[in-house]
Protein backbone atom coordinates (compact mmCIF):
# COMPACT_ATOMS: atom_id res chain seq x y z
CA UNK A 1 0.00 0.00 0.00
CA UNK A 2 1.25 3.45 -0.37
CA UNK A 3 2.55 5.01 2.50
CA UNK A 4 0.13 6.30 4.76
CA UNK A 5 -0.40 10.45 3.85
CA UNK A 6 0.81 12.80 6.13
CA UNK A 7 -1.60 15.03 4.31
CA UNK A 8 -1.89 18.56 4.19
CA UNK A 9 -1.06 21.07 1.17
CA UNK A 10 1.84 23.60 1.00
CA UNK A 11 0.68 27.12 2.31
CA UNK A 12 -1.32 29.57 0.29
CA UNK A 13 1.00 31.35 -2.14
CA UNK A 14 -2.20 33.14 -3.23
CA UNK A 15 -4.31 35.82 -1.67
CA UNK A 16 -7.18 34.26 0.51
CA UNK A 17 -9.78 37.14 0.31
CA UNK A 18 -12.12 35.22 2.30
CA UNK A 19 -11.31 31.92 3.12
CA UNK A 20 -10.56 30.32 6.52
CA UNK A 21 -7.43 29.36 7.92
CA UNK A 22 -4.91 26.66 6.03
CA UNK A 23 -6.87 23.10 5.37
CA UNK A 24 -9.54 24.46 6.67
CA UNK A 25 -11.13 23.09 9.50
CA UNK A 26 -10.29 19.24 10.37
CA UNK A 27 -8.29 19.11 6.97
CA UNK A 28 -6.73 15.74 6.60
CA UNK A 29 -8.15 14.32 9.63
CA UNK A 30 -11.07 11.97 10.32
CA UNK A 31 -14.17 13.60 11.06
CA UNK A 32 -16.23 11.96 13.68
CA UNK A 33 -19.30 10.57 11.83
CA UNK A 34 -21.78 12.43 14.68
CA UNK A 35 -19.73 16.00 14.23
CA UNK A 36 -19.72 16.08 10.16
CA UNK A 37 -22.92 17.81 9.61
CA UNK A 38 -21.76 19.23 6.62
CA UNK A 39 -20.97 15.63 5.18
CA UNK A 40 -24.35 14.48 6.70
CA UNK A 41 -25.86 17.69 4.67
CA UNK A 42 -24.40 16.67 2.01
CA UNK A 43 -25.27 13.38 1.69
CA UNK A 44 -29.15 14.01 2.81
CA UNK A 45 -29.08 16.85 -0.23
CA UNK A 46 -27.91 13.82 -2.40
CA UNK A 47 -29.96 11.36 -1.21
CA UNK A 48 -32.82 13.28 -1.28
CA UNK A 49 -32.52 14.75 -5.14
CA UNK A 50 -31.93 13.76 -8.34
CA UNK A 51 -29.44 16.08 -9.77
CA UNK A 52 -30.75 18.02 -13.19
CA UNK A 53 -27.82 16.27 -14.98
CA UNK A 54 -29.06 13.32 -14.70
CA UNK A 55 -32.25 14.17 -16.78
CA UNK A 56 -30.60 14.57 -19.92
CA UNK A 57 -28.80 10.85 -18.64
CA UNK A 58 -31.16 8.63 -20.20
CA UNK A 59 -31.98 5.15 -18.81
CA UNK A 60 -30.47 3.15 -16.84
CA UNK A 61 -27.85 5.00 -15.66
CA UNK A 62 -30.23 7.54 -14.03
CA UNK A 63 -31.37 4.49 -12.26
CA UNK A 64 -27.58 4.53 -10.57
CA UNK A 65 -28.11 7.62 -9.76
CA UNK A 66 -31.19 7.06 -7.81
CA UNK A 67 -30.21 3.51 -6.22
CA UNK A 68 -26.67 5.50 -5.15
CA UNK A 69 -28.53 8.09 -3.35
CA UNK A 70 -30.84 5.44 -1.80
CA UNK A 71 -27.55 3.46 -0.92
CA UNK A 72 -25.97 6.82 0.43
CA UNK A 73 -29.24 7.23 2.31
CA UNK A 74 -29.27 3.58 3.87
CA UNK A 75 -24.93 4.23 4.92
CA UNK A 76 -25.36 7.55 6.28
CA UNK A 77 -29.00 7.13 7.90
CA UNK A 78 -29.70 10.91 7.34
CA UNK A 79 -32.94 11.52 9.41
CA UNK A 80 -36.22 11.79 7.40
CA UNK A 81 -37.30 14.38 5.43
CA UNK A 82 -34.41 15.97 5.73
CA UNK A 83 -33.80 18.71 3.38
CA UNK A 84 -31.47 19.90 1.17
CA UNK A 85 -30.06 21.93 -1.46
CA UNK A 86 -27.81 24.51 0.83
CA UNK A 87 -23.74 23.94 0.72
CA UNK A 88 -23.24 23.80 -2.51
CA UNK A 89 -22.63 26.75 -5.06
CA UNK A 90 -23.07 24.54 -7.72
CA UNK A 91 -26.75 23.54 -6.61
CA UNK A 92 -28.95 25.91 -7.78
CA UNK A 93 -30.30 26.69 -11.05
CA UNK A 94 -27.19 26.18 -13.34
CA UNK A 95 -27.55 22.43 -12.84
CA UNK A 96 -27.95 21.43 -9.46
CA UNK A 97 -25.56 18.35 -8.43
CA UNK A 98 -23.31 18.06 -11.41
CA UNK A 99 -20.58 18.76 -9.21
CA UNK A 100 -21.81 17.88 -5.69
CA UNK A 101 -22.95 14.48 -7.50
CA UNK A 102 -22.65 12.40 -3.98
CA UNK A 103 -21.50 9.53 -1.69
CA UNK A 104 -19.23 8.22 -4.49
CA UNK A 105 -18.64 11.84 -5.84
CA UNK A 106 -14.58 12.61 -5.04
CA UNK A 107 -15.05 16.11 -4.47
CA UNK A 108 -17.94 18.68 -3.99
CA UNK A 109 -18.23 22.34 -3.09
CA UNK A 110 -19.17 23.98 -0.14
CA UNK A 111 -20.82 28.01 0.40
CA UNK A 112 -17.90 29.72 0.67
CA UNK A 113 -16.65 27.92 -2.66
CA UNK A 114 -13.65 25.42 -0.97
CA UNK A 115 -13.41 22.32 -2.79
CA UNK A 116 -13.54 19.94 -0.93
CA UNK A 117 -12.09 16.42 -2.29
CA UNK A 118 -12.44 13.10 -0.28
CA UNK A 119 -8.71 11.26 0.65
CA UNK A 120 -8.78 8.75 -1.94
CA UNK A 121 -5.24 7.61 -0.33
CA UNK A 122 -6.65 7.16 2.95
CA UNK A 123 -9.61 4.47 1.02
CA UNK A 124 -10.97 2.02 2.08
CA UNK A 125 -10.11 2.24 5.52
CA UNK A 126 -11.54 6.10 6.09
CA UNK A 127 -13.56 8.46 4.31
CA UNK A 128 -11.50 11.92 5.09
CA UNK A 129 -12.16 15.56 3.82
CA UNK A 130 -9.02 17.73 2.33
CA UNK A 131 -9.86 21.16 1.42
CA UNK A 132 -8.65 22.67 -1.49
CA UNK A 133 -8.46 26.83 -1.47
CA UNK A 134 -6.64 27.14 -4.72
CA UNK A 135 -5.00 26.05 -7.88
CA UNK A 136 -2.13 24.91 -6.40
CA UNK A 137 -3.67 22.91 -3.80
CA UNK A 138 -5.42 21.31 -6.28
CA UNK A 139 -2.02 21.05 -8.07
CA UNK A 140 -0.60 19.28 -4.34
CA UNK A 141 -3.62 17.18 -3.94
CA UNK A 142 -3.62 15.81 -8.00
CA UNK A 143 0.57 15.34 -7.39
CA UNK A 144 -0.04 13.13 -3.96
CA UNK A 145 -2.81 11.23 -5.62
CA UNK A 146 -5.26 12.61 -2.76
CA UNK A 147 -7.62 12.71 -6.25
CA UNK A 148 -6.48 10.60 -8.70
CA UNK A 149 -8.09 9.03 -12.34
CA UNK A 150 -7.57 10.87 -15.52
CA UNK A 151 -11.02 12.79 -15.72
CA UNK A 152 -11.34 13.59 -11.89
CA UNK A 153 -7.80 15.24 -11.74
CA UNK A 154 -8.77 17.28 -15.04
CA UNK A 155 -12.24 18.37 -13.63
CA UNK A 156 -10.41 19.09 -10.16
CA UNK A 157 -7.62 20.84 -12.07
CA UNK A 158 -10.52 23.62 -13.86
CA UNK A 159 -12.09 23.86 -10.14
CA UNK A 160 -8.82 24.75 -8.23
CA UNK A 161 -8.00 27.47 -11.61
CA UNK A 162 -11.70 28.61 -11.22
CA UNK A 163 -10.86 28.88 -7.41
CA UNK A 164 -7.69 31.02 -8.04
CA UNK A 165 -8.95 33.12 -10.47
CA UNK A 166 -11.88 34.12 -8.11
CA UNK A 167 -9.25 34.81 -5.13
CA UNK A 168 -7.28 36.97 -8.23
CA UNK A 169 -10.36 38.93 -9.15
CA UNK A 170 -9.47 42.33 -7.23
CA UNK A 171 -5.75 41.47 -8.05
CA UNK A 172 -4.34 43.86 -11.06
CA UNK A 173 -3.86 42.40 -14.46
CA UNK A 174 -0.01 41.39 -14.35
CA UNK A 175 -0.21 39.61 -11.67
CA UNK A 176 -3.18 37.96 -11.86
CA UNK A 177 -1.31 36.51 -15.76
CA UNK A 178 1.45 35.32 -13.52
CA UNK A 179 -0.72 33.51 -11.12
CA UNK A 180 -3.34 32.08 -13.65
CA UNK A 181 -0.44 31.19 -15.91
CA UNK A 182 2.11 29.17 -13.59
CA UNK A 183 -1.15 27.96 -11.87
CA UNK A 184 -2.04 26.12 -15.45
CA UNK A 185 1.74 24.77 -15.49
CA UNK A 186 2.12 23.80 -12.55
CA UNK A 187 -1.45 21.66 -12.79
CA UNK A 188 -0.09 20.04 -16.25
CA UNK A 189 3.24 19.33 -14.70
CA UNK A 190 1.22 17.66 -11.91
CA UNK A 191 0.83 14.19 -13.60
CA UNK A 192 2.21 13.92 -17.18
CA UNK A 193 0.47 11.18 -18.56
CA UNK A 194 -3.14 11.74 -18.40
CA UNK A 195 -4.43 13.87 -21.01
CA UNK A 196 -7.64 15.25 -19.67
CA UNK A 197 -5.66 17.15 -17.08
CA UNK A 198 -3.77 19.22 -19.93
CA UNK A 199 -7.30 19.23 -21.89
CA UNK A 200 -9.52 20.89 -18.96
CA UNK A 201 -7.10 23.45 -17.97
CA UNK A 202 -6.27 24.48 -21.40
CA UNK A 203 -10.54 25.16 -21.33
CA UNK A 204 -10.54 27.06 -18.88
CA UNK A 205 -7.43 29.07 -19.99
CA UNK A 206 -8.89 29.56 -22.89
CA UNK A 207 -12.14 31.28 -21.70
CA UNK A 208 -9.70 33.65 -19.51
CA UNK A 209 -7.80 34.45 -22.96
CA UNK A 210 -10.92 34.89 -24.49
CA UNK A 211 -11.67 38.09 -21.89
CA UNK A 212 -8.09 38.96 -22.78
CA UNK A 213 -4.94 38.16 -20.49
CA UNK A 214 -4.42 41.47 -19.22
CA UNK A 215 -8.20 42.64 -18.52
CA UNK A 216 -9.12 44.90 -15.76
CA UNK A 217 -11.99 43.53 -15.13
CA UNK A 218 -11.37 40.64 -12.57
CA UNK A 219 -14.55 39.54 -11.95
CA UNK A 220 -15.76 38.76 -15.52
CA UNK A 221 -12.51 36.50 -15.54
CA UNK A 222 -13.33 34.64 -12.81
CA UNK A 223 -17.36 34.72 -13.79
CA UNK A 224 -15.86 33.32 -17.22
CA UNK A 225 -13.41 30.43 -15.63
CA UNK A 226 -15.94 29.46 -13.00
CA UNK A 227 -18.58 28.87 -15.81
CA UNK A 228 -16.25 26.74 -17.62
CA UNK A 229 -14.94 24.99 -14.97
CA UNK A 230 -18.73 23.65 -13.89
CA UNK A 231 -19.46 23.23 -17.64
CA UNK A 232 -16.43 20.52 -17.76
CA UNK A 233 -18.26 18.68 -14.58
CA UNK A 234 -21.52 18.86 -16.02
CA UNK A 235 -19.94 17.33 -19.40
CA UNK A 236 -18.47 14.78 -17.76
CA UNK A 237 -21.12 13.58 -15.80
CA UNK A 238 -23.81 13.25 -18.74
CA UNK A 239 -21.35 11.77 -21.17
CA UNK A 240 -19.95 9.32 -18.64
CA UNK A 241 -23.61 8.51 -18.07
CA UNK A 242 -23.96 8.02 -21.64
CA UNK A 243 -20.73 5.98 -22.36
CA UNK A 244 -21.45 3.43 -19.98
CA UNK A 245 -25.22 3.33 -21.52
CA UNK A 246 -23.59 2.34 -24.71
CA UNK A 247 -20.99 0.25 -23.22
CA UNK A 248 -23.49 -2.07 -22.23
CA UNK A 249 -24.11 -3.20 -25.79
CA UNK A 250 -21.00 -4.77 -25.91
CA UNK A 251 -21.06 -7.00 -23.06
CA UNK A 252 -21.61 -10.81 -24.20
CA UNK A 253 -24.59 -12.65 -22.70
CA UNK A 254 -23.74 -15.96 -21.54
CA UNK A 255 -26.24 -18.71 -21.56
CA UNK A 256 -27.65 -19.60 -18.12
CA UNK A 257 -24.45 -18.46 -15.68
CA UNK A 258 -23.03 -15.39 -14.94
CA UNK A 259 -21.27 -12.58 -17.03
CA UNK A 260 -17.49 -12.76 -15.86
CA UNK A 261 -15.77 -9.70 -16.56
CA UNK A 262 -12.02 -8.29 -15.88
CA UNK A 263 -11.15 -5.07 -14.95
CA UNK A 264 -7.91 -3.08 -14.03
CA UNK A 265 -7.12 -0.29 -11.52
CA UNK A 266 -9.90 1.95 -10.62
CA UNK A 267 -12.69 3.46 -13.29
CA UNK A 268 -15.76 4.45 -11.04
CA UNK A 269 -17.04 7.28 -9.76
CA UNK A 270 -13.63 8.11 -7.11
CA UNK A 271 -11.67 8.44 -10.89
CA UNK A 272 -14.23 10.22 -13.07
CA UNK A 273 -16.25 12.25 -10.84
CA UNK A 274 -19.49 10.48 -11.48
CA UNK A 275 -20.57 6.97 -13.10
CA UNK A 276 -17.23 6.04 -13.94
CA UNK A 277 -16.13 4.94 -17.05
CA UNK A 278 -15.57 0.79 -16.98
CA UNK A 279 -17.33 0.81 -13.79
CA UNK A 280 -19.82 2.57 -14.82
CA UNK A 281 -20.94 0.24 -17.89
CA UNK A 282 -20.46 -2.44 -14.53
CA UNK A 283 -22.84 -0.58 -12.86
CA UNK A 284 -25.45 -0.30 -15.75
CA UNK A 285 -25.38 -3.43 -16.27
CA UNK A 286 -25.97 -4.84 -12.92
CA UNK A 287 -29.16 -2.23 -12.51
CA UNK A 288 -30.61 -4.00 -15.50
CA UNK A 289 -29.82 -7.17 -14.03
CA UNK A 290 -27.63 -8.72 -15.89
CA UNK A 291 -25.69 -11.85 -13.90
CA UNK A 292 -22.46 -10.74 -13.34
CA UNK A 293 -19.29 -11.19 -11.53
CA UNK A 294 -16.16 -8.76 -11.80
CA UNK A 295 -12.57 -10.10 -11.61
CA UNK A 296 -10.97 -7.38 -9.51
CA UNK A 297 -7.45 -6.81 -10.47
CA UNK A 298 -5.30 -5.56 -6.97
CA UNK A 299 -3.12 -3.32 -9.28
CA UNK A 300 0.26 -3.29 -7.81
CA UNK A 301 1.98 -1.58 -6.72
CA UNK A 302 -0.79 1.27 -5.87
CA UNK A 303 -3.38 -1.00 -4.97
CA UNK A 304 -6.03 1.33 -6.83
CA UNK A 305 -8.38 -2.11 -7.94
CA UNK A 306 -7.77 -3.63 -4.03
CA UNK A 307 -8.63 -0.21 -2.25
CA UNK A 308 -10.67 1.67 -4.54
CA UNK A 309 -12.55 -0.41 -7.36
CA UNK A 310 -13.96 -3.21 -4.66
CA UNK A 311 -14.59 -0.95 -2.35
CA UNK A 312 -16.64 0.71 -5.21
CA UNK A 313 -18.57 -2.53 -6.48
CA UNK A 314 -19.07 -3.54 -2.71
CA UNK A 315 -21.15 -0.15 -2.05
CA UNK A 316 -22.57 -1.06 -5.27
CA UNK A 317 -23.85 -4.50 -4.47
CA UNK A 318 -21.68 -5.77 -7.47
CA UNK A 319 -20.67 -9.15 -6.94
CA UNK A 320 -16.58 -9.28 -7.24
CA UNK A 321 -13.41 -10.99 -6.55
CA UNK A 322 -10.16 -9.39 -5.75
CA UNK A 323 -7.49 -11.01 -7.58
CA UNK A 324 -3.57 -10.82 -7.41
CA UNK A 325 -2.96 -9.37 -11.39
CA UNK A 326 -0.78 -12.23 -12.30
CA UNK A 327 -3.70 -14.67 -11.61
CA UNK A 328 -5.61 -12.91 -14.69
CA UNK A 329 -3.50 -15.09 -17.45
CA UNK A 330 -4.58 -17.94 -15.61
CA UNK A 331 -8.20 -17.27 -15.36
CA UNK A 332 -8.17 -15.93 -19.12
CA UNK A 333 -6.78 -19.70 -19.76
CA UNK A 334 -9.35 -21.65 -17.70
CA UNK A 335 -12.31 -19.71 -19.77
CA UNK A 336 -13.42 -17.41 -16.91
CA UNK A 337 -13.22 -14.29 -18.53
CA UNK A 338 -15.81 -13.33 -21.19
CA UNK A 339 -14.66 -9.96 -21.61
CA UNK A 340 -11.93 -7.41 -20.21
CA UNK A 341 -12.94 -3.31 -19.76
CA UNK A 342 -10.39 -0.91 -18.97
CA UNK A 343 -10.09 3.14 -18.58
CA UNK A 344 -7.39 4.79 -20.39
CA UNK A 345 -5.36 8.01 -19.15
CA UNK A 346 -4.36 9.03 -23.20
CA UNK A 347 -5.53 7.37 -26.21
CA UNK A 348 -3.49 8.75 -29.42
CA UNK A 349 -4.80 9.56 -32.77
CA UNK A 350 -4.48 5.87 -33.64
CA UNK A 351 -5.93 4.55 -30.96
CA UNK A 352 -2.78 3.84 -28.91
CA UNK A 353 -4.00 3.49 -25.52
CA UNK A 354 -1.90 4.78 -22.43
CA UNK A 355 -3.57 3.07 -19.13
CA UNK A 356 -2.56 1.72 -15.73
CA UNK A 357 0.74 -0.46 -15.89
CA UNK A 358 -0.65 -4.05 -16.69
CA UNK A 359 -3.15 -3.28 -18.98
CA UNK A 360 -0.85 -3.44 -21.77
CA UNK A 361 -0.22 -7.21 -20.38
CA UNK A 362 -3.65 -7.99 -20.09
CA UNK A 363 -4.10 -7.21 -23.58
CA UNK A 364 -1.79 -9.38 -24.79
CA UNK A 365 -3.58 -12.14 -23.26
CA UNK A 366 -6.40 -11.25 -24.12
CA UNK A 367 -5.66 -11.71 -27.87
CA UNK A 368 -4.12 -14.74 -26.99
CA UNK A 369 -7.28 -16.35 -25.94
CA UNK A 370 -9.69 -14.37 -28.01
CA UNK A 371 -11.42 -12.33 -25.49
CA UNK A 372 -12.95 -8.77 -26.37
CA UNK A 373 -10.95 -6.11 -24.75
CA UNK A 374 -12.34 -2.75 -24.42
CA UNK A 375 -11.13 0.48 -23.70
CA UNK A 376 -13.91 2.49 -21.99
CA UNK A 377 -12.92 6.06 -22.06
CA UNK A 378 -14.52 9.57 -22.76
CA UNK A 379 -12.87 11.35 -25.51
CA UNK A 380 -11.56 13.90 -23.34
CA UNK A 381 -8.91 10.92 -23.01
CA UNK A 382 -8.24 11.39 -26.68
CA UNK A 383 -5.38 12.98 -27.89
CA UNK A 384 -5.13 13.77 -31.33
CA UNK A 385 -2.09 15.99 -31.64
CA UNK A 386 0.01 12.80 -30.37
CA UNK A 387 0.20 10.26 -33.62
CA UNK A 388 0.70 7.01 -31.70
CA UNK A 389 1.68 5.24 -28.27
CA UNK A 390 5.61 6.45 -28.78
CA UNK A 391 4.62 10.14 -28.02
CA UNK A 392 3.17 9.61 -24.94
CA UNK A 393 4.59 10.52 -22.02
CA UNK A 394 4.79 7.51 -19.19
CA UNK A 395 5.44 9.05 -15.66
CA UNK A 396 7.97 6.85 -13.60
CA UNK A 397 6.91 7.07 -9.78
CA UNK A 398 8.67 5.97 -6.85
CA UNK A 399 9.79 3.02 -5.96
CA UNK A 400 8.75 3.44 -2.54
CA UNK A 401 5.51 2.47 -3.98
CA UNK A 402 6.82 -1.52 -4.37
CA UNK A 403 9.24 -1.66 -2.24
CA UNK A 404 7.11 -0.51 1.09
CA UNK A 405 3.99 -1.62 2.21
CA UNK A 406 1.39 -0.41 4.97
CA UNK A 407 5.24 1.04 5.96
CA UNK A 408 6.65 -2.01 5.98
CA UNK A 409 9.83 -2.41 3.34
CA UNK A 410 9.03 -6.02 1.85
CA UNK A 411 12.64 -6.28 -0.28
CA UNK A 412 16.18 -6.04 1.00
CA UNK A 413 17.31 -2.41 1.29
CA UNK A 414 19.74 -2.73 -1.01
CA UNK A 415 16.96 -3.26 -3.88
CA UNK A 416 16.03 -0.51 -5.82
CA UNK A 417 12.81 -0.28 -7.99
CA UNK A 418 11.60 0.78 -11.10
CA UNK A 419 8.33 2.08 -11.13
CA UNK A 420 6.67 3.07 -14.10
CA UNK A 421 2.96 3.93 -13.66
CA UNK A 422 1.66 3.36 -17.12
CA UNK A 423 2.13 1.43 -19.87
CA UNK A 424 0.57 1.46 -23.92
CA UNK A 425 -1.51 -1.08 -25.38
CA UNK A 426 -1.30 -0.72 -29.11
CA UNK A 427 -4.20 -0.20 -30.63
CA UNK A 428 -4.29 -3.46 -32.61
CA UNK A 429 -5.44 -5.00 -29.32
CA UNK A 430 -8.26 -3.12 -28.64
CA UNK A 431 -11.27 -4.82 -29.91
CA UNK A 432 -13.43 -1.12 -29.57
CA UNK A 433 -13.11 2.06 -27.14
CA UNK A 434 -16.26 2.41 -25.62
CA UNK A 435 -17.18 6.81 -25.82
CA UNK A 436 -20.43 8.88 -25.24
CA UNK A 437 -20.67 8.63 -28.73
CA UNK A 438 -20.62 5.13 -29.26
CA UNK A 439 -18.64 1.81 -29.60
CA UNK A 440 -15.85 2.78 -31.75
CA UNK A 441 -14.28 -0.33 -33.98
CA UNK A 442 -10.61 0.10 -36.09
CA UNK A 443 -9.54 1.72 -37.70
CA UNK A 444 -9.82 4.31 -34.76
CA UNK A 445 -7.88 7.32 -36.10
CA UNK A 446 -11.28 8.31 -38.48
CA UNK A 447 -13.41 6.27 -35.84
CA UNK A 448 -12.11 9.14 -33.19
CA UNK A 449 -11.83 11.87 -35.23
CA UNK A 450 -15.37 11.58 -36.51
CA UNK A 451 -16.30 10.80 -32.26
CA UNK A 452 -15.00 14.02 -31.28
CA UNK A 453 -16.73 15.63 -34.14
CA UNK A 454 -19.93 14.25 -33.36
CA UNK A 455 -19.41 15.51 -29.65
CA UNK A 456 -18.18 19.00 -30.28
CA UNK A 457 -21.29 19.34 -32.37
CA UNK A 458 -23.97 17.88 -29.46
CA UNK A 459 -23.08 19.94 -27.15
CA UNK A 460 -22.88 23.19 -29.66
CA UNK A 461 -26.94 22.36 -30.10
CA UNK A 462 -27.11 21.81 -26.40
CA UNK A 463 -28.01 24.82 -24.18
CA UNK A 464 -25.02 26.58 -21.85
CA UNK A 465 -24.68 25.41 -19.00
CA UNK A 466 -25.12 28.12 -16.56
CA UNK A 467 -25.48 31.53 -17.61
CA UNK A 468 -22.61 32.68 -19.94
CA UNK A 469 -21.12 35.94 -18.69
O1 LIG B 1 -2.57 6.54 -11.29
P1 LIG B 1 -4.07 6.66 -11.34
O2 LIG B 1 -4.77 6.03 -10.19
O3 LIG B 1 -4.51 8.09 -11.58
O4 LIG B 1 -4.44 5.83 -12.63
C1 LIG B 1 -5.77 5.74 -13.03
C2 LIG B 1 -5.94 4.87 -14.21
O5 LIG B 1 -5.02 4.35 -14.77
C3 LIG B 1 -7.30 4.73 -14.75
O6 LIG B 1 -7.47 3.49 -15.37
C4 LIG B 1 -7.52 5.83 -15.79
O7 LIG B 1 -7.24 7.10 -15.26
C5 LIG B 1 -8.87 5.82 -16.34
S1 LIG B 1 -10.04 6.43 -15.16
C6 LIG B 1 -11.48 6.36 -15.98
Redesign the pocket.
Known amino acids: LPDRPSGTPPPDPEPSAGTSGAGGAGAGKPVPAEADLERRRFFRQFAGDLFQAAATVVGTASMIQRSSAEAAQAILQPEEGAATLAGSTMLDERGAGAIAGGFRTPFRLLDDGILVLIDQRRLPDEIVDQPVRNASEAAWAIRE ?1 VV ?4 A ?1 GQVAALGIARSARLARMTRPHARRAMLRGAANALIAA ?1 PT ?1 VNLRWAVDRVMARYLEIGELSEDGEAIAAAVQQEAETIVHQATVDHGRLAEFGLEVLPVPEGRPLRLLTH ?3 GPL ?2 GQF ?3 LGIVQVAHHAERELHVWVDETRP ?1 L ?1 GARLTAWELAQAGVPHSLIADSAAGWLMARGEVDAIL ?4 RIAANGDTA ?2 IGTYALAVLADRHGIPFYVC ?1 PLSSVDLETPDGAGIQIEERSGEELLVIRGKRIAPAATGARNP ?2 DVTPAELITGIVTEEGVLRAPFGPALVAARAAAAERWAAAPAFGTRP
Not at 148 to 151: D, F, L, S, V, Y
Not at 342 to 345: I, L, T
Request: aromatic share 8%.
Open positions: MRGAPIRACNTACGTAYQVGADNKAAF
